[in-house]
């Protein structure tokens, strides 16, 4: 192995380091991120679980484009019903 | 906008529909160019003017065109549109039977101010080119809540949107840090623009009506009790929107100074007209119509 590689799988090295710790420093913020898409979500199509929501024609202008929104609003509904391993998997093994 | 908008307004059974009818017929008399459009759902001016009338504007005498908005009609389009617009984005619209679910939307609540404001919006864009553009309103309910309605959507609108900011900001924290900081450039998020794009048409509506030098509000009431509280309800409603009521009509009046003097004591800056109730009880037909003096200058209108 020639010196320049050499260097160079260090330096490849410290750089999947940095991803991950960015990605590690960003996994709290992202969750948070998803949690108010969810709300957002939540907020324009309340009316279906019983909560005040926008005008009719407000909702339905934005529905054409909330594909993603609703998508994370879905998976957030599917683990509701387990906060506890909603807040280890955020947090992390200990 | 060339065109002055008159909106006439009052507890259903006043004489919306009559009066909106004669000051259209009198300005055109006096050589404007007038459009009267009908904007309640049960119409009425086919009934006044004595000819069918639709949503094409028919001519009534030079210078008058009336029309009947169906109001059914706008909702069925704006749902088509909004159906439209979400087959084309959603992946998955064959899964479920959009077809029904949208079908069923035309009974939610909201909808049919919904379709007032729209036919609104739409006759005020087509014919800018008149000297006046008169409206005869739903009766009360229908009516305050379609002129509430740019206002209580931009409320709505302005907490979405800032949401929306937050979250984006957010997510763009989050690829600055993953990417590292070289590259900013965020793509516009569509729903942000879409709200953008819908508060400055609720923005134009709220302004253009608030806007005393375009828009003449016309109150219409009955000399007896129950108009006059309605009519007081509707000016304390509109005065919260913001809205000025120009003129207030008393119709079928049975010259009773008292009501008139008690009226003008509630209803400041506002200046009165009074229509006598006719002897022949109706007022239809162009020749009735024509017949009636109005009790002010048709330049001041």
């Known amino acids: ?7 160079e799988q260090i330096r490849l090295f410290f750089k999947d380091l940095q991803i991950i710790n960015s990605n590690k420093a960003t996994a709290l913020l992202e969750f948070e991120v998803l949690e108010l898409r969810n709300i957002f979500a939540l907020l324009l199509f309340g009316s ?38 909603e807040v280890v998997s955020t947090l992390g093994e200990p | ?18 009066n909106s009818s004669l000051f259209a017929l009198k300005l055109a008399r006096n050589g404007k160019r007038v459009l009267l459009n009908s904007i309640d759902p049960a119409h009425n001016l086919h009934d006044i003017f004595q ?24 909702v069925k389009k704006y749902l088509k549109d909004t159906e439209r617009d979400f087959r084309s984005v959603y992946k998955y619209q064959e899964a479920f039977n959009l077809h029904k679910y949208f079908r069923t939307l ?34 009360t309910a229908l009516t305050l809540k379609f ?35 070289k590259n900013s450039a965020r793509e516009r998020d569509p729903i942000l623009a879409k709200i953008a794009d819908m508060v400055d048409r609720y923005r134009g509506m709220s302004d253009l009506l608030k806007d005393s030098s375009v828009t003449r509000t016309f109150l219409v009431l009955n000399p007896d009790e129950l108009s006059l509280a309605e009519s007081k309800l509707i000016w304390r409603e509109l005065t919260n929107l913001g809205m000025k009521i120009s003129f207030l009509i008393i119709n079928k009046s049975k010259s009773e100074d008292a009501f008139h003097g008690r009226v003008a004591g509630q209803f400041p800056d506002v200046q009165l007209l009074v229509l006598p109730r006719m002897a022949g009880g109706e007022l ?7 017949s009636v003096e109005l009790p002010m200058d048709v330049e001041e209108v």
């Open chain 1, 48 to 85: 279906f679980v019983g909560m005040p929501a926008p005008p009719v024609h407000i909702t339905l202008q934005l529905l054409p484009l909330m594909e993603k929104d609703i998508q994370v609003m879905l998976r957030r509904i599917n683990v509701a019903h387990d906060a506890l391993a």
């Open chain 2, 284 to 290: 239809t037909g162009l020749k009735e119509l024509d």
């Open chain 1, 1 to 7: 192995m020639s010196l320049p590689r050499w260097l």
């Open chain 2, 51 to 74: 000819v069918t009338l639709g949503s094409k504007p028919k001519q009534i005498v030079p210078g008058l065109e009336a029309m009947e908005t169906d109001l059914d009609q706008w």
């Open chain 2, 1 to 18: 906008m060339k065109a002055r908008v008159l909106f006439f307004v009052g507890k259903g059974g006043v004489g919306k529909s009559t």
């Open chain 2, 106 to 139: 035309k009974y939610s609540p909201g909808l049919e101010e919904y379709a007032v404001l729209l036919a609104l919006v739409d006759t005020l864009r087509r014919f800018a080119d008149r000297d006046y553009i008169v409206f005869d309103t739903p009766p």
């Open chain 2, 147 to 181: 002129l509430a309605l740019p206002d209580v959507s931009l409320l709505w609108l302005s907490e979405l949107s800032q949401f929306r900011q937050l979250i984006l900001n957010k997510e763009q924290i989050i690829t600055r840090i993953r990417q590292g900081r």
